[in-house]
């Protein structure tokens, strides 16, 4: 699993792809435990630091599990 992305562009917006070594996914978050899949959030907004907060952590903590 790897991730990689260029923040040079000031997009509001961003996308996490996962690529687990056959393909690319999107990453998707439900808002709560149990919400159905009509709720989940693959598109997350970008701060005033660049990063997409919590989220961006743990996409970035997934890959490091599953590279061990």
């Known amino acids: 699993m790897c991730m990689a992305w260029k923040q040079?562009?000031?997009y509001s917006e961003r996308v996490m792809l996962i690529y687990d070594?056959?393909?690319?996914?999107a990453l998707a978050?439900?808002?709560y435990d149990g919400a159905p899949?009509?709720?989940d959030q693959t598109v997350f907004s970008v701060r005033s630091d660049r990063s997409?907060?919590?989220?961006?952590?743990f996409?970035?903590?997934?890959?490091?599990?599953?590279q061990k």
Do not use: C, Q, R, T
């Open 52 to 57: 997409i907060g919590l989220v961006e952590n």
């Open 29 to 31: 978050m439900s808002p």
């Open 37 to 39: 899949k009509g709720f």
């Open 21 to 25: 070594g056959l393909h690319y996914d």
């Open 8 to 10: 040079e562009k000031n």
């Open 59 to 66: 996409a970035l903590n997934l890959v490091k599990d599953a």
